[in-house]
């Protein structure tokens, strides 16, 4: 989106226009044809800015509650924190009273920060920072935030008791994503020794695919904390100096139940399939705190390498903090005999999970000709060199 078109939206004929057509097509995407209807009734108005800000402000929707307010850019609204998310990580940063958000994008994160503190936030691309200020409005946090339009490298740090920094990660040859500290922008590899020679408490938002390879190559070694909204991972925040607590913790949202690592080696048991197979959600298992988790409640592993416990005890869980199955028939992966067993046992959907399987859930369901959907779980898996599939009944 350029700046004039930004101009435009944020005037009052473009705000009235922008809400008029929100509510004529409220709850859809405005699609192609749409769009060359609304050229010939606003010949005089560029309408793909109008039309771009009403689909991303429904695809915000689950990030933002006052989403239909806000300005965002397609980049800007995919790498934004959400609320849920943005809240979490600005309470670790409230004991600080000023900080620098180096990389403030259209706000998401600029805006809970200053909910606790004052915020200088630093973008770059012009019209995204004016969205960042109209943001801020919007949400009623304008008056703790200086915003600044220039490169995060720019930055005299000395002055700030924290930094917040959460990097562009696409390619700028390509604009594909990526995920690499090296080829972030500005590059965290070449840039995070400046910040923390200069600052005491700097946190880091990277992609929750970000190689534990990479990270062991920073300067300093952080605290890697890896958040989920229920069961989705949504980002890593790597925590340096003083906003470092412990070496790896895994935080579910909206409950904040943490699990963090136990600095002693843990030795967890091995066994074969029990009554239940217990799957750890996505922040434990990428926070590597299995074994915490297993600890916790007493559960085996079924495989040294393998995301899967298993229990003879019924689990209660809450939070999110695993998924139970209740295991119906367990045995070494045979193909034919899998479709014997769901026509016995009158399946005619199923799910299909995987982990140490080598065989894609798309194949296996193509395989075996059955559909999506239902309480049945098809839970394939491997122990030691031996794949196995488990049919199961989610808890």
Known sequence: MKYQDLEFLLSKEGKALTRKLSLQFFGQKVKPESVLKLRKEFPDIDIRSVVELINLRQRAEG????????????????????????????????????????????????????????????????????????????????????????????????????????????DPKSNTRTVSLRDSIPSLTSFLPKILSQVGAVGVKVSPAVSYDEISLLSEIPEIEVIAEKNECKQVMLWFGKLKTVERRATILPSGVSFINDPKPIMIECSPFMKYIIEPNCSIIRAHLIDELAIRFKLKKIDPNIAYLTTDSMLFPENDIFKIFEVLVASSYNLKGLKKKLKELKISNINITRRGFPKKPEEIRSLLKIKEGGPFFLILTRIGNKHYQIIAKRI
């Open 63 to 170: 990030k933002f509650k006052n989403a239909s307010d806000m300005f965002f850019t397609k980049n800007g609204l995919e790498q934004s924190t959400g609320e849920n998310v943005a809240e979490h990580v600005a309470k670790r940063f409230a004991p600080f009273k000023n900080i620098v958000d180096l990389t403030c994008g259209v706000g998401g994160n600029t805006i809970a920060l200053a909910r606790h503190s004052h915020v200088v936030a630093v973008e770059k691309d012009n019209t995204t920072l004016q969205m960042a200020q109209e943001n801020a409005k919007v949400n009623s946090v304008e008056k703790n935030i200086d915003f600044i339009n220039t490169n995060a490298e720019n930055i005299d740090l000395k002055e700030f008791d924290a930094v917040f920094i959460d990097p562009a990660r696409r």
